[in-house]
C-alpha cells in the first residue's frame, strides 16, 4: 500500500520557482516537512513563507559540494532523515550548433545533471535507511524535436536515462528512483531560454497550447501531483512518468 505524504521529510532542489515551487506548495499542503534549497534566497524564503511552518529554506547551489552536503544536513536536521528527494533546480542553455559555446554546455550538464547525481549520492545513506524514493525531471524535449536547445535535450536525455540506471543500482536497497517528464508550464526557465520578460514567456508558452493533445498548457501543480505519486507509489521504479497534456505526441490542433 502506497505512504501518506504526512510527516516525511522531503527535500526540494530550485524549489523558489516554477515547477519546484509548485512542489513544495503541494508537498506542504499533505503535511510533509520540507526542505527547499535554490540560489536566491528571496525566491526560496519566499516559497517556505507561503508553504507554512513545515517547510524550510536553505540558500544552496548544488552545483557546490559545500552547499550539497550543508543541505543534506538540514533537511536531516529539519525532517529527522530524507525520505523523498526531488531534483527540480534546472538551468536552459540554447542556440544553434554552429554557436554552442563549450563552457556554457559544460555549466548547463553541471547544474542539471552532474549536480542532481552527486546530491543524490550523498543522500544516499539516509535513503538507505527510510527506503526513500528520488525524482529527477526530464523533459518533453526527450521525445520531440525543438531546434536550438541540444544542450538542454542532452542533460535531459542523461537524466532519464540514469533513472533507470540508478533504479537498477539502486532497487536492492529498496530506494525506488523514477522521473518526470513535463510538457508546457509556465516557469522562469523560460527567461533563461532567451526571452525577456514574463509576458513574452507567457506569449511563446501559450502559442504552444495547440501543439498539446489537450489543447492547453500545465500547470505547476498539475505535475507536482505526479511527483507526489511515484514519491509514495511503493512497487514503482524506474519509472519516466510523462506529464505533457500530449505535447510529446507530435500533434498540433488548428
Known sequence: MARSLEGMSVVVTGGGSGIGEGVVLHFSRRGARVTVCGRRTDKIAAAAQQAGQTCRAVPADITVASDRERLVEAAVDHGGGIDVLVHAAGNMYRDPLAELDEQQMLGLFHSNTVGPVALTGLALPHLRRSKGSVVFFGSVHTVRAFPGVAPYAATKGALEALTGVLAAELGPDGIRVNCVRPGGVLTEINQRAGLVDDAAAEQ??????????????????????????????????????TVDGGLGLGVTHA
Open 204 to 241: 511563446r508558452l501559450q502559442g504552444l497550447a495547440a501543439a498539446h493533445a489537450l489543447g492547453r498548457i500545465g500547470t505547476a501543480d498539475e505535475v507536482a501531483e505526479a511527483v507526489a505519486y511515484l514519491a509514495v507509489a511503493e512497487w514503482t521504479t524506474g519509472s519516466v512518468l
